[in-house]
């Protein structure tokens, strides 16, 4: 079964740190670029970041230097790691795979909830 499972969000304050994890199944993770997107009530969906199979990332501008993503290939999973988090941070964070080239996937898991407050 396709599948991409998200944990690690909560409440935090400003300033703190949080690490979200994602599983996904080997036929969506092996040898594939995986994303980690976000989504703010009322608005669009985002790329926050993307790690390729050789490490490579990408950050979107307003997270760039307090996020890092990273992957553990022998386990199928894919990490962000948050720090000084601010409350414009707060969304829903999917975690995303079926690369379709570009910075665009095609999947997403159910999302973990990350709330900041000032």
């Known amino acids: 079964q396709v599948q991409l499972v998200e944990s690690g969000g909560g409440l935090v304050q400003a300033g703190g740190s949080l690490r979200l994890t994602c599983v996904a199944s080997?036929?969506?993770?092996?040898?594939?670029?995986m994303g980690w997107y976000r989504q703010a009530p009322g608005k669009e969906r985002v790329l926050v970041a993307s790690?390729?199979?050789?490490?490579?990332?990408y950050y979107a501008p307003d997270v760039r230097g307090r996020f890092t993503a990273s992957r553990d290939n022998a386990k199928n999973t894919v990490y962000l790691q948050m720090n000084s988090l601010k409350p414009e941070d707060t969304a829903m964070y999917h975690c995303?795979?079926?690369?379709?080239?570009?910075?665009?996937?095609?999947?997403w898991g159910q999302g973990t909830q990350v709330t900041v407050s000032s």
């Open positions: 080997p036929d969506i993770f092996s040898g594939l670029p």
């Open positions: 995303a795979g079926q690369y379709k080239g570009g910075r665009d996937f095609a999947m």
């Open positions: 790690i390729n199979t050789n490490n490579r990332t």
